[in-house]
């Protein structure tokens, strides 16, 4: 049951970020979801700062314990295993994200973190990804195959514009491309803890042919 619920915790922490990005957007008047980037809602001297945070909390606990109940999904599935630490860190690396400025404030050591925890995070998504993949069936790798397409299609082209976010100036798709990215990752996480709730024999059979 403690597995069980554990892995439940990730498909709240996915709505819970989905949700995050629908209704905190709402609270700044003037911010475009379409141009502006996820990180811009937590950025120093944001209206959307002290409620961003907040839920930012609820969401990496969440993915806390999720990568738990990875872990201790399949004894003897190592792939599996990989997958659940690494979601371990990335939740600790949410938990210690710094913070960037808004636009067209001076760049400091903390929009340089940022970028540097931005980076460590999309590491982590792509071997969460490949691990998860690599530990179940066939089925579920190419649906993996897939998000990693998405990612690779629409993750490179935000770190394009990077020094237009600093700069002040204006980015008219950075928003979207970047949320394509989050809505991919966060149903993949649904549907992994789908399949491991639902086929936990199955998953430790595939351990063991591993």
Same mark, same amino acid.
């Given at each position: 049951?403690?597995?069980?619920?554990?892995?439940?915790?990730?498909?709240?922490?996915?709505?819970?970020?989905?949700?995050?990005?629908?209704?905190?957007?709402?609270?700044?008047?003037?911010?475009?979801?379409?141009?502006?980037?996820?990180?811009?809602?937590?950025?120093?001297?944001?209206?959307?700062?002290?409620?961003?945070?907040?839920?930012?909390?609820?969401?990496?606990?969440?993915?806390?314990?999720?990568?738990?109940?990875?872990?201790?999904?399949?004894?003897?599935?190592?792939?599996?295993?990989?997958?659940?630490?690494?979601?371990?860190?990335?939740?600790?690396?949410?938990?210690?994200?710094?913070?960037?400025?808004?636009?067209?404030?001076?760049?400091?050591?903390?929009?340089?973190?940022? /970028?540097? %925890?931005? $980076? =460590?995070? *999309?590491?982590?998504?792509?071997?969460?990804?490949?691990? @998860?993949? &690599?530990?179940?069936?066939?089925?579920?790798?190419?649906?993996?195959?897939?998000?990693?397409?998405?990612?690779?299609?629409?993750?490179?082209?935000?770190?394009?514009?990077?020094?237009?976010?600093?700069?002040?100036?204006?980015?008219?798709?950075?928003?979207?491309?970047?949320?394509?990215?989050?809505?991919?990752?966060?149903?993949?996480? /649904?549907? %992994?803890? $789908? =399949?491991? *709730?639902?086929?936990?024999?199955?998953?430790?059979?595939? @351990?063991? &042919?591993?």
């Amino acid at each position: 049951m403690g597995r069980q619920l554990a892995l439940a915790c990730g498909i709240a922490a996915s709505v819970l970020y989905i949700a995050m990005n629908i209704f905190i957007p709402l609270q700044w008047d003037g911010y475009s979801s379409a141009a502006q980037t996820v990180s811009e809602l937590s950025a120093i001297g944001a209206p959307t700062r002290p409620l961003w945070v907040t839920w930012g909390l609820v969401y990496n606990l969440l993915i806390l314990v999720f990568a738990w109940g990875v872990w201790a999904s399949a004894p003897g599935n190592q792939r599996l295993r990989i997958a659940g630490g690494l979601m371990f860190v990335s939740g600790i690396n949410g938990l210690l994200w710094p913070p960037m400025h808004l636009r067209g404030t001076e760049f400091t050591l903390t929009d340089t973190l940022h /970028i540097a %925890f931005t $980076v =460590v995070a *999309l590491v982590l998504m792509f071997l969460e990804i490949g691990f @998860g993949a &690599a530990a179940l069936d066939r089925r579920f790798r190419l649906y993996s195959i897939a998000t990693l397409v998405i990612f690779v299609v629409c993750g490179a082209l935000p770190f394009a514009e990077v020094s237009e976010v600093a700069a002040n100036q204006p980015t008219p798709w950075l928003g979207v491309l970047e949320r394509i990215n989050i809505a991919a990752f966060m149903v993949w996480l /649904i549907v %992994f803890a $789908v =399949v491991l *709730l639902r086929a936990p024999a199955r998953v430790a059979r595939q @351990g063991r &042919a591993q």
